[in-house]
C-alpha cells in the first residue's frame, strides 16, 4: 500500500468513523434498541473497510494468518447484521412473509456459512467470503426495493445504500485477494462508494429513527394536522388512491383501519379543550406504534382516525391487528384538567377493519366501509369489526372466519348482515 492509497482508506475510515460517533451520540441521548442495531452496523462497517483495504495490515496489527481469518468473516458478518436490523426497519414481520424469511434466514446463515467457509483451502476462502457477501447484499438490496413498491417511501434510498454496497464489497476484497493492479483512483472509487453507502444507509436509518421516537415522545407524526400532526383528510385520501393504484400492480394484500370516537363531547366536558386536544395526540401516538411507523396515519375527520397498512403477510393477520388497536386505544388517557391536575379520561370507541384486496376499489368506498364497520363495533365487546369472508356478515374481529368460503355463521356468533349494518 503506497502513501496515495493510504491517504484514501484513510479519508474513507474516517468518514464512516464519523458517522458511527453521531450515532453512537444519539444512542447515549436517546437510548433504544434499533439505536444500538445502527451502531452496531456502522462499527462493523468500519471494521470491514478497516481489516479489507489493507490498512490493518499496514499498521502491522495482526499476523498473515489471523489477518485473512477475520477477512474471511468481516464481510459476511457485516452483512448479516445489516440484514438484522433492516428486517425490522422495513417492519418485515408485519408486511410480507417471504420478505421477512429471507431476511431472518441471511442473518442467521451467512455467518455460519463464513465460519464454514475457514475449512476450506487458503486459496479458496476469500473467493467464497465474497461470494457470501456480495450473495447476501445482493438479496437485500432487493427486497428494500420490493418493499419500495409496497409503499415505503423511505425503502428507495436505502435501496440505492444497498446498492452502492455491492461495487464498494466486491473492490475490496478483489484487494484483499489481489486481483490485478489497482491504482489509487481505483481504489477511491471503492472507497467513496463504502463511504457514501454507509453515510445513505446510516442517514434514512435515522430518519425512520427520529420519525419512532417523535411518534413516541410528543404522540405526533409529521403532517398537516394541527393538533395530532397526522396527514390531513384530503392528504390521506391521496394517500390510499396511490396505494390502490400500486396494489393493482403488486397484487398484495393491505388494511384500511377506522378508529371512531363516539364520546368527545362527555371528555370535553370533564377536561376542557385542551385536555381533549391532548388526549388526541395520545391516542394517535398508539395508533402509529400499533400499525408501525412505515404505514400512514390520518385524522379523516374531529373522532375518526384511519391507519392505512400497505401490505399484510395474511388476512389472517387482520384479527390481530384489529385486536391489538382496539385494546391499545381504550386505555384510560391521562391528561391535564381544567384545573391543572391529572384526570385519566376513558373514550367509547369502534374500529372497523377493512380488508384491501389485490382489485382495485374506489378510495371512498373503503373509507366509507370501515366508517361503517367502525359504527357496528360499538355493540361489540371487542369494539373491533370486520366483514367475514366466510358469510359476508359484520363480526368481531375474534369472529372472523379466515381461510373458509361460503359457510353458515357458527351457532350463537351474532353476526350482522353487511347490508342491515350499512342502513
Not at 473497510?49 to 490498512?55: F, P, T, Y
Not at 360499538?378 to 368481531?396: K, L
Amino acid at each position: 500500500m503506497n502513501v496515495q492509497s493510504l491517504i484514501v482508506w484513510s479519508m474513507a475510515l474516517g468518514a464512516i468513523a464519523a458517522v458511527a460517533v453521531a450515532r453512537a451520540g444519539d444512542l447515549l441521548a436517546r437510548p433504544s434498541v434499533s439505536q444500538l442495531r445502527a451502531v452496531s452496523y456502522h462499527l462493523s462497517v468500519l471494521l470491514l473497510v478497516l481489516v479489507l483495504s489493507g490498512v490493518l495490515h499496514k499498521a502491522g496489527a495482526t499476523g498473515g494468518g489471523r489477518l485473512q481469518m477475520l477477512q474471511v468473516l468481516a464481510g459476511p458478518l457485516c452483512v448479516a447484521l445489516s440484514n438484522f436490523w433492516i428486517h425490522g426497519w422495513l417492519g418485515a414481520a408485519h408486511r410480507d412473509r417471504f420478505m421477512a424469511a429471507a431476511l431472518r434466514l441471511s442473518a442467521l446463515a451467512l455467518p455460519l456459512l463464513a465460519v464454514a467457509a475457514l475449512w476450506l483451502p487458503a486459496h479458496q476462502r476469500l473467493p467464497a467470503a465474497a461470494a457470501l457477501a456480495v450473495g447476501g447484499s445482493a438479496l437485500t438490496c432487493w427486497l428494500t426495493f420490493r418493499a419500495w413498491t409496497f409503499g415505503d417511501r423511505l425503502a428507495l434510498a436505502m435501496a440505492l445504500g444497498c446498492l452502492l454496497t455491492l461495487p464498494a464489497l466486491a473492490g475490496l476484497y478483489a484487494l484483499a485477494m489481489r486481483l490485478g493492479q489497482w491504482g489509487w483512483p481505483a481504489q477511491a472509487a471503492v472507497a467513496a462508494c463504502a463511504a457514501f453507502s454507509n453515510g445513505l444507509t446510516g442517514a434514512v436509518l435515522w430518519r425512520r429513527e427520529r420519525h419512532e421516537w417523535r411518534t413516541r415522545e410528543r404522540g405526533s407524526v409529521p403532517a398537516v394536522d394541527p393538533v395530532t400532526k397526522l396527514y390531513s383528510s384530503a392528504a390521506l385520501v391521496h394517500r390510499l388512491v396511490e396505494s390502490q393504484r400500486r396494489r393493482g400492480r403488486t397484487r398484495r394484500d393491505g388494511a384500511l383501519l377506522a378508529v371512531t370516537i363516539f364520546d368527545a363531547e362527555r371528555v370535553t366536558a370533564l377536561v376542557g379543550g385542551a385536555g381533549l386536544n391532548e388526549a388526541w395526540m395520545t391516542i394517535a401516538a398508539r395508533i402509529q406504534r400499533q400499525v408501525g411507523v412505515v404505514n400512514p396515519v390520518g385524522r379523516y375527520w374531529e373522532r375518526c382516525f384511519v391507519a392505512l397498512v400497505e401490505a399484510i403477510p395474511a388476512p389472517v393477520a387482520l384479527r390481530g391487528l384489529g385486536l391489538r388497536l382496539a385494546a391499545s386505544v381504550r386505555r384510560p388517557v391521562e391528561v391535564t384538567g381544567r384545573g391543572g391536575e391529572p384526570v385519566q379520561v376513558r373514550f367509547d370507541v369502534g374500529v372497523g377493519i377493512v380488508h384491501l384486496r389485490a382489485r382495485h376499489a374506489e378510495a371512498e368506498d373503503v373509507l366509507d366501509e370501515a366508517q361503517r364497520l367502525a359504527e357496528a363495533a360499538r355493540a361489540m365487546r371487542s369494539r373491533a369489526a370486520i366483514v367475514d369472508p366466510a358469510s359476508r356478515a359484520i363480526v368481531p374481529a375474534e369472529q372472523a372466519q379466515f381461510g373458509r368460503r361460503h359457510l353458515p355463521p357458527e351457532p350463537g356468533h351474532n353476526v350482522v348482515p353487511l347490508h342491515r349494518a350499512a342502513g
